[in-house]
Nanobody, 127 residues
Framework: QVQLVESGGGLVQAGGSLRLSCAAS????????MGWFRQAAGKERQFVAA????????YYTDSVKGRLTISRDNAKNTVYLQMNSLKPEDTAVYYCAARLGTAQSMGLSSRGAIEYWGQGTQVTVSS
């Protein structure tokens, strides 16, 4: 059974930092891009960041460039999202995702094209 389990969410003041983790298990993720999406209350789930299998190529939505950094440790089957200079508009439930292919293809894909989802972790940024 494939599982993506997120951790690291919480409450932080604007300008602060959080580090999210996503531990993957249940199959080999060779060739899979891993990424993060987020869903604010009353809004659609949106792409945030993705990283390819080798960890060499990343892809971000414009609003987080320079503040959020995605990385992965394939030996641990874990992907991370380092979030710095957080803003209230970053408040959302953050979901880990996995999809066979490139980081860019994950960023450009529809929600239905994502093969695996985590259960989500809440990030709240207070002003």
């Amino acid at each position: 059974q494939v599982q993506l389990v997120e951790s690291g969410g919480g409450l932080v003041q604007a300008g602060g930092s959080l580090r999210l983790s996503c531990a993957a298990s249940g199959r080999s993720f060779g060739g899979y891009a891993m990424g993060w999406f987020r869903q604010a209350a009353g809004k659609e789930r949106q792409f945030v960041a993705a990283i390819n299998w080798s960890g060499e190529i990343t892809y971000y939505t414009d609003s987080v460039k320079g503040r959020l950094t995605i990385s992965r440790d394939n030996a641990k089957n874990t992907v991370y999202l380092q979030m710095n200079s957080l803003k209230p508009e970053d408040t959302a439930v953050y979901y880990c995702a996995a999809r066979l292919g490139t980081a860019q293809s994950m960023g450009l894909s529809s929600r239905g094209a994502i093969e695996y989802w985590g259960q989500g972790t809440q990030v709240t940024v207070s002003s």
